[in-house]
């Protein structure tokens, strides 16, 4: 839906009539696995998730996503909540590209230490349908195995794409690759790890269900604590508003 932010009742100022038209919307979803770049962030099991943004006329966005996760990993919190602002601008009516910056918190529960990082991306974007994007993670936490030993710059890159193959059903796929910069030798070395998934999608107005098969390159244990979603099938159920 859309609003107008100015104050019900009161005379349109200058002021309040350059404010944009907002329009806001979100989803809710159940999914089967929690799966992030290749990481299984509930270890295998189902997490509820939500997200509620809003965009301006001008392509400036913002919003909060957040999710259950299992609370006997790392850094043993409840929920990881995502803020983000971004920025989207088209190229014609095919062609757009956008540009963000996201901090995600790891809360509730008692935590031993901080895994909160920021990362900042860009995306290109076609017809809504295939994105390639790059972020880059300035203080992303590092592990060795199940300790966590120091935090190092990452980058990520990541393609994402899904193809109509019938009346609202649709062949999904993506692909990516995370990389930690390192801050020494041996453990401390640079290193990264490669992981995607292929799957359906069904879309009926409101409802979206998804499913897919996942692979994740072993060397992510080495990275993460988490355990990895490789040879893994997870499904997702949301509802858009």
Known sequence: MACALVTAGAPQSATAASWPQVSWGGN???????????LSQSSGSAALQADLHADTPG???GGVWASTRAHDLDPYAGYDLELYLG??????SAWAA???ARSRY???RTQELSDDYQEVSGALIWLDRWSLSL???PNAPRYWY???ITRSPAWVADTTG?????HGVFATGGAGYYRSTGSGPRRFAATGYGYGNAGLALERRRWRLDFGYFLTQKQARELFSYPIADHHFAGTVSWHF
């Open 162 to 166: 899904q193809w109509l193959i019938g």
């Open 135 to 137: 972020s880059v993670i």
């Open 87 to 92: 920025h989207r601008l088209e190229f014609g």
């Open 146 to 148: 199940q300790s966590r």
């Open 28 to 38: 809710l979803a159940v999914t089967s696995d929690f799966i992030y770049r290749g």
């Open 59 to 61: 392509g400036a966005f």
């Open 106 to 108: 790891y809360v509730g």
């Open 98 to 100: 956008s540009v963000s």
